[in-house]
């Protein structure tokens, strides 16, 4: 395996290990931006994306890259699969959420 950016395991590991906050997906890297990505859910059930490293495009005159369909559906670069509740997951509806209901 290449170099991988040890941040995004600190942060794996302290968010669930330490804290339970739930992993949905990853650690993994996006083959397009390059960026090791992780994603939690929050206390209030938002799905959250951590990454790290990535491009750093500093150049005034830098163009736009265009993506193709192709090169967008190849997934992650490596990790684990997208799992299917990305697809079918969405920040809950506050009546479903009994802390925030208890907290009024």
Known sequence: MAHVDEPIYDVAHL??????????NGPGKHPIGQTFFIYVYEPG???????????QIVAPDWQPVRWTEAERARGQA?????????HTYGTPVLDELPSVQEGR
């Open 78 to 86: 490596w990790g684990a699969s997208t799992v299917a509740s990305f």
């Open 45 to 55: 059930g938002n799905r959250v994306e951590l990454c790290a490293g990535g491009y």
């Open 15 to 24: 968010s669930h290990i330490e804290y339970g906050i739930p992993i949905e």
